[in-house]
Structure formats: C-alpha cells, structure tokens
C-alpha cells in the first residue's frame, strides 16, 4: 500500500519561530510537493521537487524554503513563522511516468500565534 | 498557465439524487484531467482522470466524468448518492504525468438523508 507520511497533524507555533514541516514517501516517487490548503482557495502549489537536491518554486514560494536531501524525503521550512502562515499543509508525491498521479499525504493543520 | 474554475463552491443533495460537480479549464496546451476526493480529516485521493481516449471517464466509488474539449470542461457525475459521499471535491490539470498539479477551489458536496 502507498503511503506517504507528514510528521505531525497539528501544530501550533509562535511568530517568527522556524518551523520543518516534514514528508516521507515510501514509493520511491522521482517528484515530490508541498501544496497549502484554505477554504475557499483549493490547494496552491508552494514548492516542488523532481529530484534529489532539486527544487522549483510553485505558485506561492514566498516565506517558505524547501529540502531534498534524500529522494524520499522533503522538507518545507518556513524560516520566520507569520500568522498569515496558519493553514492546512498537503504533502504529495508521483512517478514522472504511467498517468503521474499524485499521492497526498493525510496532511499538517499548523497555526501560528 | 493553466488555471481551473468549479462553478460551485457548495452542493447540498439528498441521498439517493443524483449530483453533477462542474468543472472549466484554460490552458494552451493539451492537458490530463482529474477529480480527487477530501473525506474529512483526511488527504486527498484520485477518483478518477482523463489523459487520452473516451472522453467519458469512469472512476471508484461509481463516479463518472466526462471530457468536453470544445467547451473546456470536465464535470463530474454520480446518479445516486450515498451519505457517505459527503466530502470535498477537487478538480485538477497537469500538463504532464507526474507534473505540478493546478487546483480548482474545490466544491463541499453534503448528502442529507
């Protein structure tokens, strides 16, 4: 069975904490993603990743950071947490071949104070 | 760029009545389609997509979309809801297998009994 894992369901943070937002997949997808969730809005792409040591900014990069040291396993950081940061993070990965799609993570609620 | 439309933000339905969820696409260049389902507290998971072929798309839990290309749409059926149907629901187009992913912004649908 799939499966991709976020490291927490919720947390809660302070202004201008450093926050790791953590996603593991055990398929061995080349690609890899992070999307913020709010009503209203759907899913907005922050950043992505087609290999290790890769990244490509999405749609809304800004105030966010991204790692990928390891293929199964990227990191989105947000370096001095706003409130504005408070929302609902989706973790995704894919196969760059076959239909391509995209696996999502059960995802982090995370409010900043 | 590609950007998607669902023309409905909520649809409350009876249990047993049909829904249709609408969904428009721009893009300038060929896409692949798809429908993913949020059950509360919970990812997202694929229903269904089009990539190539019949244009009428047939998914789990008896959902069935058709693709328009001449009027850009790609709305999704069922002809019989159950409660447990009550979610929501996300159209989305890549312009690749695997690739970034752009978001509609969702429709609730809620089944009542």
């Known amino acids: 069975d799939v499966k991709v894992t976020q490291s927490s369901r919720y947390l809660v943070k302070r202004t201008g904490e450093k926050v790791f937002l953590e996603c593991v997949q055990d398929?061995?997808?080349?690609?890899m993603f992070w999307y913020r969730q709010d009503p209203g809005l759907g899913l907005r792409l922050i950043y992505f990743?087609?290999?290790?040591?890769?990244?490509e900014k999405g749609d809304i990069p800004e105030g966010y950071s991204v790692s990928r040291e390891k293929k199964e396993r990227f990191s989105l950081i947000l370096e001095s947490a706003s409130t504005n940061q408070t929302s609902m993070y989706l973790c995704?990965?894919?196969?760059?071949?076959?239909?391509?799609?995209?696996?999502f993570g059960p995802g982090t609620r995370l409010t900043v104070l | 760029a590609q950007s998607v439309t669902q023309l409905d933000s909520q649809v409350p339905v009876f249990e047993e009545a049909p829904v249709e969820l609408r969904c428009n696409y721009s893009?300038?260049?060929?896409?692949?389609l798809f429908w993913y389902v949020q059950y509360p507290n919970q990812g997202l998971q694929l229903l269904l997509k089009?990539?190539?072929?019949?244009?009428l798309v047939k998914g789990i839990n008896g959902f069935e979309a058709e693709f328009n290309k001449s009027q850009t749409s790609f709305h999704l059926r069922k002809p019989s809801v159950h409660i447990s149907d009550t979610a929501e629901y996300f159209c989305?187009?890549?312009?690749?297998?695997?690739?970034?992913?752009?978001f509609g912004a969702g429709t609730t649908v809620t089944v009542r009994a």
């Open positions: 989305a187009v890549s312009v690749a297998p695997g690739y970034k992913l752009s």
């Open positions: 990743s087609y290999d290790v040591k890769m990244k």
């Open positions: 995704a990965s894919s196969l760059t071949s076959g239909i391509g799609e995209q696996f």
């Open positions: 893009s300038s260049v060929s896409v692949y």
């Open positions: 089009y990539l190539s072929g019949s244009t």
């Open positions: 398929m061995d997808h080349e690609n």
